[in-house]
């Protein structure tokens, strides 16, 4: 019994040893810098600073951004498939679509390669509109399209160490999965890949609240956000047996993190 509790005893002096060596290697890593005021502060491994006065911050948005970034966004659109034919009464698409159900909600995801003034990538983006009949003496039918976007974009992010205005330009092309039905009969079926292009602007809301713009890079790895508004046209397939989604130009806005 004796021999047992010596050796407990033992390793337990060892594990105590091994934690203090860890922590101790962990401050070495994170506390890099005393500010002014004498205060040592201990920031994550992953954070870039940079000294100013005696007091460390984060570096600028240019200076600090790895060399790929990726964001998300979400948006809204005023997009309206005003060249659609419906299927089941041949007139125009707003004599019996009027106000979507679901107006056009986007969700995109881009990968870019960061360049000392701007960045260029590309960009996969879904979306979804749905709009049911508003004439329903007429008849009562549902129109519901997906459309699915590749292609690249080019931003002018880096024209400042931090930005708060960006202007980008994309293209690529698309495709439309859609399905109008009327209760009775149902019509699916998706289009040719035809070319779109977006002109924008994004706007940075880091500047808002600093701390907080921090506190998310810091904890969550995001560089930046931005708002953003967009001019956006849609091209018609090829294909003269498909349906035509192309539309002139319509706006868009939303938000977008980069990290």
């Known amino acids: 019994?004796?021999?047992?509790?010596?050796?407990?005893?033992?390793?337990?002096?060892?594990?105590?040893?091994f934690h203090a060596s860890m922590t101790s290697a962990q401050l070495k890593e994170t506390t890099?810098?005393?500010?002014?005021?004498?205060?040592?502060?201990?920031?994550?491994?992953?954070?870039?600073?940079?000294?100013?006065?005696?007091?460390?911050?984060?570096?600028?948005?240019?200076d600090r951004r790895p060399a790929w970034g990726k964001t998300i966004s979400f948006s809204y659109s005023t997009y309206e498939p005003l060249n659609y034919e419906p299927n089941f009464l041949q007139v125009n698409f707003e004599?019996?679509?009027?106000?979507?159900?679901?107006?056009?909600?986007?969700?995109?995801?881009?990968?870019?390669r960061n360049a000392r003034s701007f960045s260029y990538g590309g960009e996969l983006s879904v979306g979804i509109y749905q709009n049911d009949s508003d004439e329903r003496d007429l008849i009562q039918s549902t129109l519901q399209i997906i459309p699915i976007k590749l292609g690249g974009v080019v931003?002018?992010?880096?024209?400042?160490?931090?930005p708060y205005f960006v202007p980008y330009a994309s293209g690529g092309v698309y495709t439309i999965l859609f399905k109008e039905d009327n209760n009775q009969t149902s019509i699916t079926g998706?289009?040719?890949v035809a070319p779109y292009s977006n002109l924008g602007m994004a706007f940075s809301l880091d500047w808002i609240d600093d701390y907080a713009a921090r506190i998310s890079y810091e904890e969550?790895?995001?560089?930046?956000?931005?708002?953003?508004?967009?001019?956006?046209?849609?091209?018609a397939a090829s294909d003269e047996q498909d349906p035509d989604f192309s539309s002139e130009v319509n706006f868009a806005g939303g938000l977008k993190v980069e990290f």
């Open 95 to 112: 004599d019996i679509y009027e106000t979507p159900e679901m107006p056009l909600l986007e969700f995109q995801l881009a990968i870019k």
């Open 220 to 235: 969550s790895g995001i560089e930046a956000s931005y708002a953003f508004i967009e001019a956006r046209s849609q091209f």
């Open 32 to 62: 890099t810098f005393t500010g002014v005021n004498k205060m040592v502060t201990v920031e994550p491994s992953n954070v870039i600073t940079t000294e100013v006065d005696g007091n460390y911050s984060i570096e600028p948005y240019r």
């Open 190 to 192: 998706n289009t040719q």
């Open 155 to 162: 931003l002018l992010d880096a024209l400042r160490p931090t």
């Open 1 to 17: 019994m004796t021999a047992t509790r010596f050796h407990i005893y033992i390793i337990g002096i060892l594990f105590i040893n």
